[in-house]
């Protein structure tokens, strides 16, 4: 069993950064992160990554978008590839693929085949890739089986996956024995807590994240302790909050002690 690294998606200070990048970071770093994954990132890969050095972060995980329905054309996955490596990043996740591809077992296929020659695109440039859930994959039921599962079993063994508690939690899903099912695959948690609540994704009616109540690691009803036991190859724990009602710093403070009880520095 592994000891992930600890560290937080910068999309939870989003709004601290818009206000002041710098000093943002320079908070993030004081609550005793050395980690963080990086969103957003893809045409301004040197300004942060000269803000991350200024700091003492560094970005081994990140977030972009490359699962287009339609695909994406090499020069704009290579783009977005340089940037990841220009950054440093270790593992680039795509965070989200529309409600809509997961009801059919044809469109999954399809989302892993994507996945898959993306992996061999990136491996050239000494990246790795993968996929980070939200809940509408885990709704349906296609071949038998939940079309997390599915996408899962079509996708090549050097992709990676990402999962985050919360979500593959809503609507009561058993996230410990998903766990438990991927195995090697999982390569990092987002470490999120909360209510468990009902897939947002699927009815395709106005989502607004204040309404999830998230909350601080080790204060709901998510089996973070569980799954943290499961996921034996995970390399990063990272704390994430879509929306928090308080000092988004406190809360992520507050996951860092979590994180720092179970030996995850």
């Known amino acids: ?20 990048e710098d000093a943002t970071l320079a908070r993030l770093a004081a609550l005793g992160l050395s980690n963080v994954e990086a969103f957003d990132f893809v045409h301004r890969a040197d300004e942060l990554a000269d803000a991350l050095g200024r700091h003492g972060l560094s970005a ?9 329905a339609d695909g994406v054309s090499a020069d704009a996955l ?10 440093g990043v270790e593992i680039l996740f795509d965070p989200f693929v529309p409600a809509s591809r997961w009801a059919d077992e044809e469109e999954i296929t399809r989302t892993a085949t994507l996945l898959n020659q993306a992996a061999e695109r ?18 349906h039921t296609v071949a038998g089986v ?3 599962d599915c ?3 079509l996708l090549n063994p050097e992709v990676a996956l990402e999962i985050d508690l919360f979500w593959a939690s809503a609507g009561g899903y058993d996230v410990v024995s998903l766990l438990d099912r991927l195995g090697s ?20 009616a106005p989502f607004d994240p204040a309404d999830t109540g998230q909350v601080a690691a080790g204060r709901g009803q998510i089996r973070l302790d569980a799954s943290l036991d499961a996921a034996r190859h995970a390399e990063y724990a990272i704390i994430e909050f879509d929306h928090y009602d308080g000092d988004i710093f406190e809360g992520i403070a507050a996951g860092v002690s979590y994180l720092n009880g179970k030996g995850i520095a």
């Open 78 to 87: 290579d783009e977005t590839f340089r940037a990841a490596r220009r950054l």
């Open 146 to 148: 939940n079309a997390f």
């Open 122 to 139: 990136a491996a050239d440039h000494g990246l790795r890739v993968g996929y980070h859930n939200h809940s509408q994959e885990f709704v």
């Open 151 to 153: 996408f899962a079993g």
């Open 1 to 20: 069993m592994s000891t992930p690294q600890m560290s937080v998606q910068l999309y939870s200070v989003r709004k601290a950064l818009e206000a002041d």
């Open 185 to 204: 695959r999982v390569r990092a948690l987002h470490i999120k807590d909360g209510a468990v609540i009902d897939d947002p994704f699927t009815s395709g």
């Open 60 to 68: 081994r995980t990140g977030h972009a978008g490359f699962l287009s």
